[in-house]
């Protein structure tokens, strides 16, 4: 299941009773906020208490803010305004709580491979641990109080990241995400909502949040991915059969292996036709968790800020080329 389910993760959305939502709150309102936030989490008997790092949008360079969310842990919405916007992380990257984006607070969860219920205990342990020292708006009626309506009730997103290959190439994901917006759910590109997907990377997540209790949509969420895995899964038998696919994976992983200069956008389709051939066993020697890190490390922006330098164009083709032949030309063990 983890081969095709590539993340999962939670995300709740909050916002404080005492002060109006983002888009009708000054700087200084929002630096409040920021604060408020901040001393509750000190303040709680939370895993963020006393090991988190505070990331305050004004002070990053524009790498640091593309590298968030390159790696997941922010919206491309929230790196676009810096005024009164800071960001909460764990240490070990998977929790993290972007406050004054389109709410005060959006709390997320990520956990590697499909890890649904774990995902949610995790946020759902920190949201009742922050609102023990916050005053959430929520209504009898409406549940938690959103600045979109479409977040009103719970107030929960959960969604998964997909790697889709065989349903990409046979162009059957289009006609699926019609199916899924019956179902409650919807299926977008790698980074979310307007963007487009990458290396046949999908996330797909609840849609509904009124009316529903989180436990419904996150087992609606889980039977539908299982479907669709499954569809990924016996596509993926009848595509690998067929030589032209194997030499594709061949080729790919050729270039990958031997390329002195190689862009992202090449990059990605090649991890991709790789990371299929690895899943279905036509290649040996190397760990789906290899390619995934790769995916991750060669997005232009997290070079930058890992290098701790800039980089041209050119600079980030060749040391993203040399990084993968390195990768991939160590002897083959577990990660």
């Known amino acids: 299941m983890s081969d095709v389910v590539m993340l999962t993760r939670i995300r709740l959305a909050r916002n404080l009773k005492k002060y109006p939502f983002p888009c009708k709150l000054n700087t200084a309102g929002k630096n409040e906020v920021v604060k408020t936030v901040i001393d509750a989490i000190k303040n709680s008997n939370s895993p963020l208490a006393n090991d988190f790092d505070v990331l305050y949008v004004k002070d990053l360079t524009e790498a640091q803010r593309i590298s968030l969310v390159e790696t997941h842990l922010a919206s491309p919405e929230f790196i676009s305004d810096s005024a009164g916007r800071a960001i909460v992380l764990s240490k070990d990257r998977e929790i993290s709580i972007m406050l004054n984006e389109e709410d005060h607070i959006r709390l997320q969860v990520l956990k590697k491979g499909f890890e649904l219920e774990k995902a949610f205990e995790l946020a759902d342990r920190l949201d009742t641990l922050l609102d023990e020292n916050l005053d959430f708006a929520f209504d009898s009626k409406l549940g938690y109080l959103t600045q979109c309506p479409t977040n009103l009730g719970t107030g929960m997103r959960a969604s998964v990241m997909l790697h889709l290959p065989a349903l990409q190439s046979g162009k059957a994901v ?33 849609q509904v949040t009124l009316g529903i209790s989180e436990k419904s949509a996150i087992e609606n969420l889980r039977n539908i991915t299982t479907q669709l895995v499954n569809q990924e899964q016996n596509a993926q038998k009848r595509m690998i059969e067929s ?62 800020v890992n290098k701790q330098e800039n980089l041209t164009p050119q600079q980030r083709d060749i040391i993203r080329a040399e990084h993968i032949r390195t990768v991939l030309g160590r002897e083959p063990r577990q990660p």
């Open 174 to 206: 289009s006609r699926i995400a019609g199916n899924l917006q019956k179902l409650g759910l919807t299926i977008r590109g790698t980074y979310g909502e307007g963007t487009e997907p990458e290396g046949a990377m999908y996330q797909l997540s609840n």
């Open 243 to 304: 030589i032209e696919t194997q030499d594709k994976i061949s080729r790919s992983l050729g270039i990958l292996k031997s390329a002195k200069l190689i862009s992202r956008d090449e990059a990605m389709s090649l991890l991709s036709n790789v990371r299929f051939g690895v899943i279905t066993g036509e290649l040996g020697g190397i760990y789906v968790n290899t390619i995934d890190r790769l995916i991750s490390d060669i997005q232009p922006a997290t070079m930058i």
